[in-house]
């Protein structure tokens, strides 16, 4: 019977003008994100060729990641140009966009397309799932035949959620396609494990907005009531909720301001240049340099020893207040499987500072050689899957899971009359 229903709902709305609109508009989206996302990744190729270092130089750059074009992400953080230098890590200011509208809008990338597009679609397209059967009075004669309600709910979300993941899969793979044979994308395991992966966390997403369009379907008694409630609700959940959240991280958090940390660096250095100053006119110019970077790198550490616990409290506050809505987890999820996400930035960090301290007495001048050539590879799938993503993925499952459970108790109370 579930079989059944499904298939009644894709026979009765593929031929809509709805379902046809929202195809049409998505197929639209997607060619745009294509066209300015590659776009900004060219942009990107010609900075990294232009600005790379030599080899034997200290400083790191890394070459641009590919899937940028589908989730931007942090990506104009971790593609700058890193100076290395004894005791700290600077980065360069961000290369300017190819597109200057970027200023001003959101990047259209993927993300985008998902996040905010594919999620009103997903309720566009099940917001009447309840409500139109019984306008039409169909909803009463089915369940005076005998039909099961359970049955019903689940054959209208599985037919539902097939009339959104289709079309989107089908021209997903299509751009996904496109993108590999660009220049300087190339097609790779390692691009089509991501693309594939993106994907299904995707669908996994529409899942969750298509079974809150069902739930909020069987609040309902008339369709115009059910629209106005699911368009609250796609506002709340990812505009509202994200955004509330990030600021209410911040608004409770003791961590100082990133200018006064950058104050107190200079003044270790200037507290360092002046005991360098001191020691070198008894001991002779130019003899104490090694232990002014020393006396500066240790200044710099017991600054971020008590800076970075702070910093990293607000960050995972921030993502749990996030994470209440599905939009915010599913950001996290794209992100991080495109290694372009805040865990990827932190990962990087982390190896700039291994590699700082590794090689801090060449950089000091304080012994004769060359610094090692920096290795980095960004985060395999594997690992991102058992670390960040995890939590994202359980997050999106349980929503799906909890808004099914609710509409199927809801619906066995529907009054059908």
Not at 138 to 144: E, R, S, V
Not at 224 to 247: H, N
Not at 310 to 334: C, D, H, I, Q, Y
């Amino acid at each position: 019977m579930i079989l059944h229903f499904a298939k009644k709902e894709i026979l009765e709305n593929v031929v809509t003008y709805r379902f046809l609109l929202v195809t049409s508009l998505l197929a639209v989206l997607i060619v745009i994100s294509l066209l300015v996302s590659y776009g900004d990744f060219e942009m990107q190729v010609e900075h990294y060729a232009l600005n790379r270092p030599n080899p034997g130089s200290a400083n790191v750059m890394l070459p641009p990641n590919p899937l940028s074009i589908f989730a931007k992400g942090a990506e104009a953080d971790l593609d700058r140009l890193f100076w290395v230098h004894p005791g700290s890590v600077e980065m360069e200011s961000s290369q300017q966009s190819i597109n200057r509208l970027f200023a001003l809008f959101t990047v259209p990338d993927m993300l985008f397309i998902v996040k905010v597009m594919l999620s009103l679609i997903a309720l566009l397209l099940t917001f009447d799932a309840i409500t139109g059967e019984k306008e039409n009075g169909t909803l009463k004669l089915a369940l005076a035949g005998g039909s099961s309600r359970s049955d019903m709910l689940l054959g209208k979300f599985a037919g539902r959620l097939l009339l959104v993941v289709l079309p989107f899969s089908v021209l997903f793979l299509i751009a996904a396609a496109v993108v590999s044979m660009l220049p300087d994308v190339g097609s790779s395991g390692y691009f089509w494990q991501r693309a594939f992966t993106i994907l299904l966390a995707s669908l996994l997403y529409a899942g969750v907005f298509s079974s809150l369009g069902i739930l909020l379907s069987s609040f309902a008694h008339q369709s115009s009531a059910s629209l106005i409630v699911c368009l609250t609700a796609w506002v709340a959940l990812v505009f509202v909720v994200p955004q509330a959240g990030a600021a209410l991280a911040r608004s409770v958090s003791d961590i100082p301001p990133s200018e006064r940390v950058n104050l107190e660096r200079s003044l270790n250095q200037v507290r360092a240049e002046y005991g360098r100053f001191q020691r070198e006119k008894v001991s002779g110019r130019g003899k104490e340099l090694g232990a002014y970077y020393r006396e500066q790198n240790e200044a710099n550490s017991r600054l971020l020893e008590s800076y970075i616990p702070k910093l990293e409290g607000l960050v995972n506050r921030t993502k749990n207040l996030v994470r209440l809505s599905p939009a915010g987890a599913a950001t996290f999820l794209l992100t991080d499987v495109a290694n372009t996400g805040i865990y990827e930035e932190h990962r990087l960090k982390d190896a700039l500072t291994s590699y700082m301290e590794r090689n801090f007495d060449i950089l000091s001048d304080a012994v004769d050689g060359s610094v090692e050539s920096f290795q980095y590879e960004r985060a395999s799938l594997n690992e991102i899957l058992a670390t960040s993503a995890l939590t994202d993925i359980v997050i999106l499952a349980i929503a799906g899971i909890g808004f099914t459970g609710a509409a199927m108790m809801r619906f066995s109370r529907y009054d059908a009359r």
